[in-house]
């Protein structure tokens, strides 16, 4: 583990800051990665391509990051430092509001009901990938498969549960096709 460390540290922050365009997230996501790969040191002995294991530990993981912020910036509002009064506060409540919120549960509560007629295989990537946020790597070793298989099981999954949507009018609206 040492001698990984050694020979690819550099490596992965000089591709870590190349991601994030910025020092401070560059070294936190790189201790990231470091932890990663020792908790799945086990797993060194069997790669054949430690750089490129390292690379792919490096990108899902910075894509997890992203696409937790993503999701967190989208419920949260930025707020100007100094400022006492939650940013929510100012914004007059109207019965729109209401009505949008009980739409997205709507949605929301629609979406749950197509996800549990998935086959179980599907239903379990699924959740262990979108609802508990969990690697692909994490979800190989969960469920006992490879990463490919997590990785098909994924899309076939996605594709199956939009085709379920679009066949219910109810839910048709909603999707949004490519």
């Given at each position: 583990m040492e001698n990984v460390y050694a020979e690819y540290n550099r490596y992965i922050y000089h591709l870590?800051?190349?991601?994030?365009?910025?020092?401070?997230?560059a070294e936190d996501l790189m201790q990231e990665v470091w932890l990663k790969v020792v908790r799945y040191e086990s797993s060194i002995k069997d790669v054949d391509h430690v750089k490129a294991?390292?690379?792919?530990?490096?990108?899902?993981?910075?894509?997890?990051?992203?696409?937790?912020?993503?999701?967190?910036?989208?419920?949260?509002?930025?707020?100007?430092?100094?400022?006492?009064?939650?940013?929510?506060?100012?914004i007059p409540s109207d019965s729109a509001g209401t009505a949008e919120l009980l739409e997205q549960q709507d949605v929301s509560d629609m979406i749950r009901g197509k996800?549990?007629?998935?086959?179980?295989i599907y239903r379990t990537t699924i959740l262990y990938f979108y609802v508990h946020?969990?690697?692909?790597?994490?979800?190989?070793?969960?469920?006992k498969v490879s990463i490919g298989t997590v990785k098909s099981r994924l899309f076939r999954g996605k594709q199956r549960l939009k085709d379920m949507l679009m066949e219910d009018a109810r839910t048709r609206e909603y999707v949004v096709t490519a």
């Open positions: 870590c800051l190349k991601l994030t365009r910025n020092k401070a997230e294991w390292l690379t792919t530990i490096c990108m899902n993981t910075f894509r997890d990051r992203y696409r937790k912020n993503v999701r967190r910036s989208k419920h949260m509002v930025q707020q100007p430092e100094g400022l006492d009064v939650s940013l929510l506060d100012l996800i549990s007629e998935l086959d179980s946020q969990l690697s692909l790597i994490e979800i190989a070793e969960t469920m």
